[in-house]
């Protein structure tokens, strides 16, 4: 079917998370290929009783319980038994990690041909031992120059260093592969070929292959050698000795690995790992800064609402008996300019304060409204009227188009309280200029307009002009606190309506206010809270 490659599983057993990560980095890239890890003899029988493998790759020398062990009891399960098994022991030869098939098949081969002149080389003793003693001899000594050769043959061919030392450490061979990476000459000493390794790198490196030396145990580590242009690049050194029948050291066996790419993404992947967790920490501190500073922002705002509610009900007292005692002064018939002023000043203080009130009763969600049946044009003309003298003092003129009543549901009291911001702030920005006001019905709605002629609003100011302390202007050059259009906008909010501008700087401004003619809360003198 197609070029899909049928997954199977692989089970790498091996109590060395080096040896591990080395069958890893061969069997990765192939196609197709499940690898499990096992780093003992139990966790091997483990896996197993969870699914099948075609292949096991066994380290014959598991701590515990060892790789023949193992071995043994897979052999002895009747769902195991047919398991192919791969042992690693590390003894006639090794394995060159990161290992290639072509490697692995070469080495496969060359074990198959020596086993085969083993044997023959046996038969032949055995038929000539008496007869051909000398002969017998000189033929060993040619295999051995032959698998020698074979030996040098392989060495070359494969793209690792690989080299050989005597067993007192003296190094006696080194494939091409070095001389063309370090550019060395031929024959070199072995203090030569040490000295290409990095100077902090050299004096462990020197020690760990003493210890070896002394021990007969496996040599490994890591290491920097010099490249031809002087470049250090990291390696894996390792060697394994080669001991004859009688189990003595005849030579060790090495081989030079490149892993500096892998090096320096392990570098790279630990940086990264200690940059993230860096983040990490600064997001979690800065949020947990934000919290903070939000939870006091909130506990500033309900301050300042407690303050403007106290502060609006302590005002309002004797900006009541102020207003009183004006109008009675402004009724007098020797009523003089400056008394007119002084109403209309404690006029506007006193719906400065009233704005005040609405402000915290919004933030506290204690409006209510007082829904009745009635003419929106009626509310509207109203206060056109009652602004008429204010337009007149600011060049201005108030045209409401009579179209008829317009009937619906709202609160008289807080719709009129819009009309009076809108055509305050028409004008207020448009003096000198006429102010066109019209409502009509349109379907299941109606719609209430004020237009002027003023400074406009710029788009960019367009949606945060229906924020609460917001201004698109100066206060300096036109006052106020900001709060008109908030509180509009939250009134005809509660009515389930919406209001918006539309303007463009210089061209004056229209806000259009939408309100549903007919109210589902409304019942003869229901409130409805918003």
Not at 364 to 377: K, S, T
């Amino acid at each position: 079917m197609g070029g899909e490659v049928r997954p199977v599983s692989i089970l790498l057993v091996d109590d060395r998370l080096e040896n591990l990560a080395a069958l890893r980095a061969v069997l990765d890239d192939q196609p197709g290929y499940e690898l499990v890890d096992a780093a003992s003899g139990p966790d091997a029988l483990r896996e197993l009783l969870k699914r099948e493998f075609c292949l096991i790759l066994l380290d014959a020398f598991l701590p515990g319980m060892d790789g023949f062990e193992v071995a043994r009891a897979i052999k002895e399960r009747e769902r195991t038994r047919d398991v192919p098994i791969l042992f690693d022991v590390g003894a006639a030869d090794y394995l060159i990690k990161p290992i290639s098939a072509e490697i692995v098949r070469a080495k496969v081969a060359v074990f198959a041909d020596l086993a085969r002149k083993t044997a023959q080389l046996r038969e032949q003793a055995v038929f000539l031992q008496e007869a051909e003693r000398r002969q017998q001899a000189l033929e060993l000594a040619e295999l051995k120059v032959a698998s020698e050769r074979r030996y040098r043959q392989l060495a070359e061919s494969i793209p690792q260093i690989v080299w050989r030392s005597l067993p007192d450490g003296q190094l006696e061979y080194w494939n091409q592969r070095w001389y063309e990476y370090t550019g060395g000459e031929e024959r070199m000493t072995t203090e030569s070929a040490w000295g290409f390794l990095h100077p902090e790198d050299r004096e462990k490196g020197v020690k760990l292959f003493q210890t070896a030396l002394r021990d007969g145990s496996p040599f490994q580590c890591e290491c920097r050698i010099r490249r031809a242009d002087g470049i250090y690049r990291w390696h894996l050194r390792r060697a394994l000795p080669e001991r004859n029948r009688e189990g003595e050291i005849v030579a060790w066996l090495g081989t030079d690995t490149d892993i500096d790419d892998r090096k320096r993404a392990d570098d790279e992947r630990v940086d990264l790992l200690v940059r993230e967790r860096a983040a990490r920490f600064e997001a979690e501190a800065a949020q947990k800064r934000a919290a903070r500073l939000y939870v006091e922002a909130r506990a500033a705002v309900q301050l300042r609402d407690d303050f403007l509610t106290v502060a609006a009900h302590e005002l309002r007292t004797p900006l009541t008996t102020l207003r009183l005692q004006a109008q009675q002064l402004a009724r007098g018939e020797q009523a003089s300019g400056a008394t007119r002023t002084l109403l209309r000043s404690v006029d506007r203080l006193c719906k400065l304060v009233d704005q005040l009130l609405d402000v915290s009763r919004i933030a506290a969600g204690r409006v209510e409204l007082q829904l009745e049946r009635g003419d929106l044009r009626a509310v509207v003309q109203e206060a056109a009227e009652w602004f008429g003298d204010e337009a007149a003092r600011n060049g201005c003129t108030i045209k409401v188009e009579d179209e008829g009543p317009v009937v619906a549901d709202f609160d008289p009291l807080r719709i009129e309280q819009v009309v009076a911001n809108l055509m305050v702030n028409a004008i207020k920005y448009g003096r000198g200029k006429p102010i066109d006001v019209s409502v009509r019905r349109d379907g299941s709605l109606v719609r209430m307009v004020v237009r002027d002629q003023g400074i406009g609003v710029a788009a960019e100011q367009q949606a945060r002009i229906f924020d609460q302390f917001t201004r698109a202007v100066s206060v300096r050059e036109y006052g106020g606190l900001g709060l008109g259009l908030f509180i509009s906008k939250q009134i005809v909010d509660a009515h389930g309506g919406s209001i918006r501008v539309a303007s463009q700087p210089g061209e004056g401004a229209t806000f259009e206010v939408e309100l549903p003619a007919e109210h589902l809360a409304r019942r003869p003198g229901s409130a409805l809270q918003a």
